[in-house]
């Protein structure tokens, strides 16, 4: 018969170094499982094989004496306590209002919790040498990559947890920045990040795929604003028709896991987007060298009911894109720089919900200026700057737009 025991929970609050620690242990079979680090990370666990399943029992009871006499307490393990769970619950509501987690801070400073003190530190003032203390805790082994000019990692927190990063690649780095991305998104401090922004270069990682694939397999429901792509050198890009079937899926499952994601930016050439249902998602960002034509549908054709702005900058005609993406959504602001195909832009058909035009620095000619004045839109405010438009030109661009800027 398999020996079966509980999982038991013990903490070891250090009044010192106000640092606190836990050890559980369970059976399984004849292995002696045990996960053990300081109380607000995820803890190492190890198996150990012994002769047999009664070893096992006896072992398990050796230990135990060993911990408490260590001065270790059992006590119920605060990842399934309900008030603990229930001040989490509040945090995530809400991610941004520091109340909730000056309440979690209270409540678990009297756990010997260390990230207790790092809430309040931080929500006051500075908190660096707190944090520098602690970095076993609150980073791990993301302490190799902040803190210094040019860092893999830089990081913004908010009230005891990172609330933003920017995880740059580095030509040549001897750390896999897949392997990084993926340390910091599995990291306890990043469990209400908000923010991420990824840069990569072709010497790390050249596929967007990859992050995504990255994303997908670790859902972040806090975060808000996802910025990923390309620097320096774009791939060539591929035939869409070839997208990986593999591909199409982490799309998938990365926009569900990203369920309250508010404003998206893409760098590069994504051959895909996928599916695309985040119903607070409000601005989309392409930068780019062009944009594929499955990607405008993909946008035009996704559940995006809260999409009100649409901005592109590229170096490629892109007037059929916008119409695409326009025509599925009611958009209030739309932005366009550089487009090669100024005139084409201002025949487009835009949503009679448009409020922003700016299609600057896209060779708009006269023949575009008249197609724009006769377009019926009614606008706030409408910018064509850098592109050659004449006093004459406003006059007629003033019919549509309460505000010209030129």
Request: glycine share 6%; net charge negative.
């Amino acid at each position: 018969m398999t020996a079966v025991a509980p999982l038991r929970y013990f903490e070891l609050v250090d009044e010192a170094t106000e640092r606190a620690v836990f050890w559980e242990v369970s059976l399984d079979g004849p292995c002696l499982v045990t996960c053990a680090g300081p109380v607000g990370t995820a803890g190492k666990l190890e198996r150990e094989l012994c002769a047999s399943e009664v070893a096992a029992r006896a072992e398990l009871a050796q230990r135990i004496v060993e911990r408490v006499g260590q001065g270790y307490r059992e006590c119920a393990d605060r990842r399934l306590d309900a008030r603990t769970l229930a001040l989490e619950d509040a945090i995530a509501a809400d991610p941004e209002d520091p109340l909730p987690y000056l309440v979690y801070a209270d409540w678990i400073q009297t756990l010997g919790d260390p990230r207790g003190a790092l809430i309040v530190a931080q929500h006051a003032g500075d908190a660096s040498m707190y944090l520098a203390k602690h970095a076993a805790v609150f980073l791990g082994p993301l302490a190799e990559h902040v803190g210094y000019d040019g860092s893999l990692l830089e990081l913004r927190w908010f009230c005891g947890f990172i609330a933003q990063a920017r995880l740059r690649s580095h030509d040549g780095w001897r750390h896999r920045t897949d392997l990084v991305l993926q340390q910091l998104l599995d990291h306890a401090s990043a469990r209400w990040l908000r923010e991420l922004t990824i840069d990569i270069v072709d010497d790390d990682m050249t596929r967007l795929e990859e992050v995504m694939r990255i994303l997908a397999a670790r859902p972040r429901e806090q975060i808000r604003v996802l910025d990923i792509g390309e620097l320096g050198r774009l791939f060539e890009i591929d035939d869409p028709d070839r997208w990986p079937p593999q591909a199409a899926a982490d799309a998938r499952r990365l926009w569900r896991g990203v369920p309250r994601l508010r404003r998206l930016v893409m760098r590069g050439e994504p051959l895909h987007l996928g599916e695309l249902a985040l119903p607070e998602l409000a601005h989309v960002e392409l930068r780019c060298r062009r944009i594929v034509r499955a990607v405008a549908q993909e946008l035009a054709d996704g559940d995006l009911p809260a999409l009100r702005r649409l901005a592109i900058y590229t170096r490629a005609p892109v007037a059929e894109a916008v119409q695409t993406i326009a025509r599925g959504h009611e958009l209030a602001q739309i932005v366009v720089r550089g487009a090669l195909d100024g005139d084409a832009l201002c025949r487009v058909r835009y949503p009679a919900a448009l409020r922003e035009l700016e299609l600057s620095h896209c060779n708009i000619t006269d023949q575009g200026v008249e197609a724009l004045a006769g377009s019926g839109l009614a606008l706030d405010i409408l910018d064509v700057t850098r592109n050659v438009i004449t006093p004459g030109d406003v006059a007629r661009l003033e019919r549509i737009a309460k505000l010209v800027i030129v």
